[in-house]
């Protein structure tokens, strides 16, 4: 069964600092792999998504990720951490049958002055 | 990409009654789909809106409960009924653009909040 990790409920920065959440992945053949963000009272919102080639991919607001098919993981990154990236992060993965997104547990980022 | 809006917004019913979500979207998509995200929790997906068609429903999920229409590309209703308190939660339609293909990206519209007493 295909599904995604993340392994940290809560993740505290502070500002100015590189951030990381984590997620890993598992499915059957290459993955599609997706991170979200949601604000307080808010949708969500897209970030960046892997599909293939280079295994850094860059997004939205100067997120990054990475994606390493060894450890099946896409971790989420950012060189400098604003009080405004404070939100809950969602890493999912496209389901190929049906193509609906599997969503993990979501990590809360808190990045404090 | 595609604009998303849902009505309403939010809502506080009573137990028992039924509430009908509405989610329009911009442009014609094949892909729709109802997820429901209850307090702290994560996303989970209800049912895939088919147009023309039936919604096929996830595990833990059944018509009755969750009837969807999908009358057009472009639009699709949710409904909840018979509400109980743990039915309380945020109910997010989302599309994947166009043709919907996997390596597209999927969007969500801003999401019903629900609050059942």
């Known amino acids: 069964a295909q599904s995604v990790a993340q392994p940290e409920d809560q993740v505290n920065v502070a500002e100015g600092n590189p951030l990381t959440v984590k997620c890993t992945y598992s499915v059957s053949g290459n993955p599609y792999l997706f991170w979200y963000v949601q604000y307080p009272n808010r949708g969500l919102q897209f970030l960046l998504k892997y599909i293939t080639g280079d295994n850094l991919v860059k997004g939205s607001y100067g997120f990054e990720a990475e994606f390493n098919k060894s450890q099946t993981s896409f971790h989420l990154k950012k060189p400098s951490a604003l009080v405004s990236d404070s939100a809950l992060y969602f890493c999912a993965v496209r389901v190929r049958q049906g193509g609906k997104l599997i969503f993990g547990q979501g990590t809360e980022l808190s990045v404090k002055p | 990409s595609a604009v998303i809006s849902q009505k309403p917004s939010r809502d506080i019913c009573q137990r028992g009654t039924s509430l009908t979500i509405q989610c329009q979207v911009d442009?014609?998509?094949?892909?729709m789909f109802w997820y429901r995200q209850q307090p702290g929790q994560s996303l989970t997906l209800i049912a895939t809106?088919?147009?023309?068609?039936?919604?096929?429903?996830e595990s833990g999920f059944v018509i009755d409960k969750f009837p969807i229409s999908r009358p057009n590309l472009t639009f699709s209703t949710l409904t909840v009924s018979n509400m109980s308190p743990e039915d309380s939660s945020i109910y997010l339609c989302?599309?994947?653009?166009?043709?919907?293909?996997?390596?597209?990206?999927?969007?969500f519209g801003p999401g019903t909040r629900l609050l059942v007493l």
């Open positions: 442009s014609q998509v094949t892909m």
């Open positions: 809106a088919n147009q023309g068609s039936e919604a096929t429903y």
């Open positions: 989302s599309v994947v653009p166009g043709a919907g293909g996997l390596q597209e990206t999927q969007y």
